[in-house]
């Protein structure tokens, strides 16, 4: 049993390499400093609220938080920031979503 959850952990950390690759190649270096820069508080709101999501309504999340303490969090951080990231990034392409969290439009 314990191996098979040892696959899969191993499986999401490809996932998630291959995600970072796809993000840093696609997005040059200074554009991600600079959208990171514009889209801070849009991230920032949304990340806490994609944690508490995940962690609330997705099964089996617990039981991997109680079981890999240092590397679940990790894995947990890294994907609910590319996703916050990503819908910041989309909600600031947009007027009135941008006014609703509070970021500037680009």
Same mark, same amino acid.
């Given at each position: *049993? #314990?191996?098979?959850?040892?696959?899969?952990? =191993?499986?999401? $950390?490809?996932?998630?390499?291959?995600?970072? /690759?796809?993000? &840093?190649?696609?997005?040059?270096? &200074?554009?991600?400093?600079?959208?990171?820069? #514009?889209?801070? $508080?849009?991230? &920032? /709101?949304?990340?806490?609220?994609? /944690?508490?999501? !995940?962690?609330? &309504?997705? +099964?089996?999340? #617990?039981? $991997? *938080?109680?079981? %890999?303490? %240092? !590397?679940? +969090?990790?894995?947990?951080? =890294?994907?609910?920031? *590319?996703?916050?990231?990503?819908?910041? %990034?989309? *909600?600031?392409?947009?007027? %009135?979503?941008?006014?609703?969290?509070?970021?500037?439009? #680009?």
């Amino acid at each position: *049993m #314990k191996g098979g959850t040892t696959i899969i952990s =191993i499986s999401l $950390l490809r996932v998630l390499a291959m995600i970072f /690759i796809v993000f &840093y190649h696609c997005i040059c270096f &200074y554009g991600i400093w600079h959208s990171l820069d #514009k889209n801070s $508080l849009g991230i &920032y /709101i949304l990340h806490h609220c994609l /944690i508490w999501i !995940v962690l609330l &309504y997705v +099964p089996g999340v #617990k039981t $991997l *938080m109680c079981c %890999y303490q %240092y !590397v679940a +969090p990790f894995i947990l951080f =890294i994907a609910v920031f *590319m996703a916050s990231f990503a819908l910041a %990034y989309f *909600m600031n392409t947009n007027h %009135y979503t941008a006014q609703l969290i509070g970021l500037k439009r #680009k």
